[in-house]
Each structure stands twice: as C-alpha cells, then as structure tokens.
C-alpha cells in the first residue's frame, strides 16, 4: 500500500559519548509503502508513540523507516532527545564510555605510520560508531601522502590503516588570488560596487587545466558571469544577460547573504573560512524554494550544503572523502 507522508529527513551527523546521535532537517512530502510488520526475537512488536497511540513503520526507496524511540527503547537502548539542537541521541544503558583521549588516539595513528606531529600538514579526527564498536577516525596528510585510521576508542588499538600517494592536479593546487579577490575583479569590470549587486555563484574550478573561479552576480535586471584567472587575476571570460524574475531563478532579495549562507555552512562544520577552499557558492532554486549551494574541501574531505536563502537554515548536508 502506497501513502503519502510528510516528515523531517535527518542525516547521522556522529556518535554522542556510546550513543548514536541524528539530527533532524528540512519537511518534505513523499510517498511510501507502509503496513510494515516488525517483530523482534520472533515475537511481534507494535510500536506506539508515548501517547500509546500505534506508529506506522514504511519503506521509501529501498529503506525501511520505523520509530526510533519505539524500537530502541523495546530492545533496551536509551533515548534522549534535546530540542535546543534538534538531536536525539540512542545511548547503550551501562555503556563502557571510558574512552582514550582523542589526541592519544592520534599519536597512535601517527606512532603506527612512523610520522610526527611536525610533519603534518592536516589531521582530522572523529567519533564514529562502527560495525558495534566506538572508533576514533584519524585522517591526516605528510606531504603528497594521505593517511586514514581507525582507533579502538576503549583500547587505542589500531584497528584499520589506508594510505594513499595523491599527484598534485589542477583540482588540488591552491589558487594564487582569493575569492574575494577574484570578486573585486569582476565587479571592477563591470563598474560596479558589492552593495549594487547579489552574488548568485562563487565557484573555484578548471577550464583546460587552468584553475579559474565562476563569478556570477545580479544587478538592475542584468545577470553578469565572469571566468577569473585563479594564479593570475586576469579576466578569462565575461558575459552579460538582461534576466527577468521567476520562482525558477535566483532572487535577488534573498533575506540573507552568500557570505552568511558560507558562514552558516563553515559554522556547522566546525571549520573556520581560512582552513577551507571554496568550490562551489552559488544562489539556485528548488522545488520553488530559493537556496544557496555551498561547497568547500577541507583536510581531504568535500563539504555540500544547501542553505534556505530566506531563513538560513540548513536543508541538505553531505560530507564526502575528496
């Protein structure tokens, strides 16, 4: 039987002390496959929300979707939820949480790969619960190598290494000019000062092998795109469109900036602007709704978010290895 039903799709976002911990994002409206039996050790189970009232389990796209609260509580798991940050968090009832410090975690790693500290360029270091058991992962970078680890995060054993020799290509060097820069340009070019425009893209990228950003801004009905020499500065291309307004395209009155739409986004990943390299900002719509596409790299690993571009909440999140 297919319904439709209109819920919040959250993203595992870490592991709180021995739980897990998910947090909520944006309402959307979607169509599944309910009357979903559960049983647990053969025995049936019905879950019910505190109220005692029955909550239907479903499938949607190939994923069966069932209470959390319901069924961790029903095979002995404990469940909290804090609203300020919109987070549950499943916790082990008399867990062993006497984890190694994360930075012993790392010295292991780093005692395991023959490398010191000095060495580093960039370290990463996460919680995750993995195959029943806390890990800490450990990502760091000695020159053109690249080093992931899983540590025992009761023992500081080293439980899995990768290591990897990446070439330097255009993707991976380091523009010469920064984006505000690269902006100043553009506007300069075209006559124009920040506060008469609205930045629509911001985008570091490659056109035949040459690292350029992707500048793109409104102003009076005139939609400006400009290709900007990342080493260089120079303009490398430049075009000019009158543009008319329409749910589909961008708005200029978004309520809030591409600038706080990049700072919600580095906020939320505990990364300040200086550690970062933008590829990727740019004002867009979907399903009607206007939002800001970010995208970043950092310590080998590639930020996405979409941001509301009226309320500055966070819609979507992904966070990838380079």
């Known amino acids: 039987m297919k319904n439709k039903f209109c819920f919040a799709i959250g993203a595992a976002a870490g592991l709180l002390a021995a739980g897990f911990v998910f947090s909520a994002s ?11 039996a559960i049983s647990i050790n053969q025995a049936s189970f019905t879950p019910r929300d505190p109220n005692g009232t029955v909550v239907d389990a479903f499938v949607y796209n190939g994923t069966t979707y069932v209470p959390m609260r319901a ?38 790693a780093f005692r395991h790969a023959g490398v010191t500290e000095a060495n580093i360029s960039a370290c990463k270091t996460k919680l995750e619960w993995e ?42 060097q ?41 500048i793109a801004f409104v102003a009076s009905g005139v939609a400006y795109e400009y290709e900007i020499n990342a080493q260089t500065g120079a303009v490398s291309k430049s075009k000019t469109d009158t543009v008319s307004q329409s749910p589909n395209q961008t708005n200029p009155n978004a309520t809030i900036s ?20 933008f590829t990727k900002s740019k004002q867009d719509a979907d399903d009607g ?19 509301n571009a009226q309320t500055g909440a966070i819609l979507k999140k992904e966070i990838s290895r380079d």
């Open 26 to 36: 944006a309402d959307r409206s979607i169509r599944v496959s309910d009357q979903i």
């Open 71 to 108: 069924i961790c509580e029903a095979v002995g798991l404990d469940v909290q939820y804090d609203a300020v940050t919109n987070t549950a968090a499943i916790s082990q009832k008399n867990a062993n949480v006497n984890y190694v410090a994360e930075n012993d975690a790392k010295q292991a």
């Open 131 to 172: 195959h029943g058991r806390a890990v800490y992962e450990v990502e760091f970078y000695v020159g053109a190598n690249e080093y992931e680890y899983e540590i025992d995060a009761l023992t500081g054993d080293v439980l899995k290494t990768e290591s990897e020799t990446k070439p330097n290509s255009p993707n991976q």
């Open 174 to 214: 380091n523009p010469s000019i920064s984006e505000d820069a690269a902006k100043q340009t553009a506007l300069s070019n075209a006559g124009l000062s920040a506060d008469a425009v609205t930045f629509t893209k911001c985008k570091l990228d490659t056109d035949d092998g040459v690292l350029v950003y992707e």
């Open 258 to 277: 591409l600038d706080k739409a990049k700072q919600i986004a580095l906020d939320d990943a505990g990364l300040q602007a200086n550690a970062v390299r």
């Open 289 to 307: 709704i206007q939002i800001y596409e970010i995208e970043f790299i950092a310590a080998g690993m590639e930020y996405e978010y979409e941001i």
